[in-house]
């Protein structure tokens, strides 16, 4: 009895380069690999220098963020620069990290969210403008009314001389202290406390931002406000049509009003949680 040649399993080798006769030819005898794109970017990944320069930590992917801002209109180069210099990720849960660097606001806890990049960009850009020639690149004395996770307090300190930021809800207050903390800015300030009363005791302010919209501006704010100060805030608009950027400038004499873009922040309240 004649002894059959084993047909299957067969080795390896002979799978990826033997055909039979008369096969047609194939574009490639390569044995795929579905790994190969993993095993692909870990050799990339060990071949890069440390740092490595990818991920979120990347100089580049806040670059590319800042690069659509200003093709989307944002001008003012120190806003811009700080933006580019401040980690976003930094602030959102792990969970949204991937979406730190786009155009999106994201919940931060307790009914509250980090604006979107345009926007924070916009509000900082709005304050600077309303600065004099010599000091544009400053915000000079900053009062912040919600500090949020922090991330605006962050830009804020990389563009004022000091700055000062309430937050009315206490676990909202101590995580943005312990995610500055890293980033150690000596010229920010963090104060748990009413925002709708402002701050007196570093009274008056160059520059007032705040994140939160009420029915109208509270007296204490325009009282803080420091004669050629500026302050920006979001507060409905007349006849209850949603909200607007508002924006009001201190003169020796009055202030002075003007609304900008309709916006959508969470609402302005009283006391502290």
Request: with cysteine; aromatic share 4%; hydrophobic share 40%.
């Amino acid at each position: 009895m004649t002894s059959r040649a084993r047909q299957f399993p067969i080795p390896l080798d002979r799978a990826s380069s033997s055909k039979s006769p008369g096969a047609p030819a194939r574009a490639s005898q390569t044995l795929l690999r579905p790994q190969r794109p993993m095993h692909e970017a870990a050799v990339a990944a060990r071949q890069q220098s440390a740092p490595s320069g990818l991920g979120l930590d990347s100089q580049g992917v806040r670059a590319r963020m800042v690069n659509r801002l200003r093709a989307d209109g944002l001008r003012s180069e120190p806003v811009l620069a700080a933006m580019a210099h401040v980690p976003r990720h930094f602030f959102v849960d792990t969970a949204l990290a991937a979406q730190a660097y786009e155009d999106t606001s994201l919940p931060i806890g307790l009914n509250q969210t980090i604006s979107k990049p345009s926007v924070v960009g916009l509000m900082i850009a709005l304050l600077l403008e309303g600065r004099n020639a010599q000091a544009r690149e400053s915000l000079g004395k900053v009062l912040e009314i919600g500090t949020g996770c922090g991330y605006q307090a962050a830009l804020l300190s990389v563009l004022g001389t000091q700055v000062y930021s309430i937050e009315r809800l206490k676990p909202l207050h101590d995580k943005a202290r312990e995610l500055l903390a890293p980033l150690r800015r000596n010229n920010l300030r963090l104060i748990y406390g009413d925002g709708r009363v402002g701050h007196g005791p570093n009274a008056p302010y160059d520059s007032i931002i705040a994140a939160a919209g009420g029915d109208d501006i509270p007296p204490a704010w325009l009282e803080q406000l420091a004669i050629g100060g500026r302050l920006v805030a979001p507060m409905q608009a007349p006849g209850g049509r949603g909200q607007v950027l508002v924006i009001v400038d201190r003169t020796e004499t009055q202030w002075l009003r003007q609304q900008h873009d309709a916006v959508n922040f969470v609402p302005l309240k009283s006391g502290v949680e």
